[in-house]
Antibody, heavy 124, light 107 residues
Framework: QVQLQQWGAGLLKPSETLSLTCAVY????????WSWIRQPPGKGLEWIGE???????NYNPSLKSRVTISVDTPKNQFSLKLTSVTAADTAVYYC??????????????????WGRGTLVTVSS | DIQMTQSPSSLSASVGDRVTITCRAS??????LNWYQQEPGKAPNLLIY???NLQSGVPSRFSGSGSGTDFTLTISSLQPEDFATYYC?????????FGQGTKLEIK
């Protein structure tokens, strides 16, 4: 059974760099995209970006200037870095698997497996 | 970016009720639409993918429909464990975007 385990610092000061890692256990790492999503307290979900085992990335343009998603395929891990954080970056950050499904020559993408989330608080 | 708008934002219903949640995309997305359920303090859980396909392990009382810009999630007979927040998400193009959520509460 595939599981995602994530970790990283939970309390940051403004201007610091957020750093989170997600490890994939019990299943294939290659052949999928792996995503980061965040959720500010009491608010909705925001997709941050994704990476595959080869290091190909897609980022949300709203965060692209501050975000780096990287991959360590031998370790089945992927990571998120977000620079120059402010209070607006306070959120629960989730890692997730982006599954692709092909039907009638169309490829569909959806987030089928999620980590438990890490609350990151930015406060001086 | 494609904007996703859900309605209603909140909904009160009783166990056994039939409930429908609507999601509208700001441009056509064919059937690149997914639905998630989120219980308080937990990660979202995939319910429906590609607008109408039930994820493995999800009860059959959940169903999805729609294409183009308008989509619905229906729960045929509410159970106590269904009281949660529901999100739609488009996967037509990146950045993937979510609706603002619909909170389903017990009447």
């Amino acid at each position: 059974q595939v599981q995602l385990q994530q970790w990283g610092a939970g309390l940051l000061k403004p201007s610091e760099t957020l750093s989170l890692t997600c490890a994939v256990y019990g299943g294939a790492f290659s052949g999928h995209y792996w995503s980061w999503i965040r959720q500010p307290p009491g608010k909705g979900l925001e997709w941050i970006g994704e990476i595959n085992h080869s290091g190909n990335t897609n980022y949300n343009p709203s965060l692209k200037s501050r975000v780096t998603i990287s991959v360590d395929t031998p370790k089945n891990q992927f990571s998120l870095k977000l620079t120059s954080v402010t209070a607006a970056d306070t959120a629960v950050y989730y890692c997730a698997r982006t599954w692709s499904w092909t039907s009638k020559r169309r490829v569909y993408w959806y987030l089928d497996l999620w980590g438990r989330g890490t609350l990151v608080t930015v406060s001086s | 970016d494609i904007q996703m708008t859900q309605s209603p934002s909140s909904l009160s219903a009783s166990v056994g009720d039939r409930v429908t949640i609507t999601c509208r995309a700001s441009q056509t997305i064919s059937n690149y639409l997914n639905w998630y359920q989120q219980e308080p303090g937990k990660a979202p859980n995939l319910l429906i993918y590609a607008a109408s396909n039930l994820q493995s392990g999800v009860p059959s009382r959940f169903s999805g429909s729609g294409s183009g810009t308008d989509f619905t999630l229906t729960i045929s007979s509410l159970q106590p464990e269904d009281f949660a927040t529901y999100y739609c998400q488009q996967s037509d193009s990146t950045p993937y975007t979510f609706g603002q959520g619909t909170k389903l509460e017990i009447k």
